[in-house]
Each structure stands twice: as C-alpha cells, then as structure tokens.
C-alpha cells in the first residue's frame, strides 16, 4: 500500500512569490491534514478536512493560504504571497476514523528568499 | 484544549543504554497519545499509540511507553539504544469524543532530539 505522498519535496522561492504543495492521502482514508513544522518545533495543524469538508481551519492564515480537497481525495495547500516567515516544512496527513492511525507523508521544506 | 509537554529538548545516551524521553500532557478528557519519531529530512513514523486497555504499549524497534493517568505522562523507554536510534522523538495527544473515534487534531509536543555515542 502506498503511503501518503506529497510534492514536491522541496521548493525554493522569493518572497511575494505563489507556491502550491500537492498531497494524495492513502486511499480510503476520509480525514486529512496539513500542517506546518518550523525548524525545533513540533507540527502544527493548519486545516483538517472531512471527505472534502474542512471541518477545522481556525489556524490557517486566511489572508495569504488556501486549501482545497478535490472529490474528497488529493488535496493542495496554496501561499500566496509567500513571506519569508513561511519557511518550513508542510506536511500532510490522513487518517481513517476507526484506528486513529494518522499516517504522514514525508512532507515539503519550503525556503523562502 | 490539550497540550504537551516534553521535558528535555536534547536527550544523549551511550550505545546500550537506557532511553527514556518523558512526555506529560494535559487534557479535560481522555486522551489518545502517540510517540512519533523523525529522522532528518523525513516525514513523521509512527513508534506506538495508546488509546484504550493496557496502559503498557509495545511499539516498533523496541520502544514502549505507559500511560499513567495519575502523573498525566506517557514517557517513551527502550532498554539499550541503538546508534540507528538518533533522531527527533514527538509525543502527540488527541481527543476521543464521545462516540469513541478520534478528535481528529493532534497536539504535538516540542520533540526531543535523541543523541546516542558509541
């Protein structure tokens, strides 16, 4: 079975600039996550999706992110416009309700410039 | 609202001792917790869980934790660390509600990095 995977696994850009992450869940799997570890931390959650419900956004910068959950399957994290406190890795989870096996792909390490 | 806290942001053991990681949390409802660990420039592996039953859990590699409600922790023990064990360690909470299947939201701790000398 194939893990969680994201793209691209690394992205560099300027400030000001767009920039979009791409994750496919395990399939099956009807929650999924996003969220943003900056260097010496722990993970913070950004959105949680329901099938293709976000069903808890309170902590994702509204003005500048945006996400979305296509059919309920791939999902795609959006900046825009980037700045430079933005910088580090975004990382997307899934996980089906019964077995609280919250599985995490290996992430996006975003440097902005 | 939940939280965690790991006490010790950098942990350093000989080849062949003990490890122990702690990890208290705080939660107004019976929490779910998780050992993550990280090796550099990877996503998060799951080392073990504890939702419900045995306090005591068995996880991959070796490692195991107990939750003791009691003392709010759920430290993270392994009897003789290994060099392929040093990485960042993250202890995670969530809620169960009422209907038994998960809050959804981890709540993660600081992470301990995990140093073992030959």
């Known amino acids: 079975e194939a893990g969680v995977v994201q793209s691209p696994r690394y992205k560099i850009i300027e400030k000001k600039q767009p920039v979009a992450f791409w994750c496919n869940p395990i399939?099956?799997?009807?929650?999924l996550y996003w969220y943003r570890q900056n260097l010496g931390q722990g993970p913070e959650l950004l959105i949680r999706?329901?099938?293709?419900?976000?069903?808890?956004d309170s902590q994702l910068p509204k003005d500048r992110f945006s996400a979305e959950r296509l059919k309920g399957v791939d999902s795609t994290l959006k900046i825009q416009p980037a700045e430079l406190g933005d910088s580090a890795v975004y990382l997307c989870?899934?996980?089906?309700?019964?077995?609280?096996?919250?599985?995490f792909g290996s992430g996006t390490r975003l440097t902005v410039v | 609202a939940q939280s965690v806290t790991q006490l010790g942001s950098h942990v350093s053991v000989s080849e062949g001792a003990l490890v122990l990681l702690r990890c208290n949390y705080s939660?107004?409802?019976?929490?779910?917790l998780f050992w993550y660990v990280q090796y550099p420039n990877q996503g998060l592996q799951l080392l073990l869980k504890?939702?419900?039953?045995?306090?005591l859990v068995k996880g991959i590699n070796g490692f195991e934790a107990e939750f003791k409600k009691s003392e709010t922790s759920f430290h993270l023990t392994k009897p003789s660390a290994h060099m392929s064990d040093a990485a960042e360690y993250f202890c995670?909470?969530?809620?169960?509600?009422?209907?038994?299947?998960?809050?959804?939201?981890?709540?993660f701790g600081q992470g301990t990095i995990l140093t073992v000398h030959p």
């Open positions: 995670a909470v969530t809620l169960a509600n009422a209907g038994g299947t998960s809050y959804g939201k981890l709540t």
């Open positions: 399939s099956g799997h009807n929650t």
């Open positions: 989870a899934s996980s089906s309700g019964n077995n609280y096996g919250y599985t």
């Open positions: 939660s107004s409802v019976p929490p779910y």
């Open positions: 504890y939702t419900t039953g045995a306090t």
């Open positions: 999706y329901e099938n293709e419900e976000a069903v808890d």
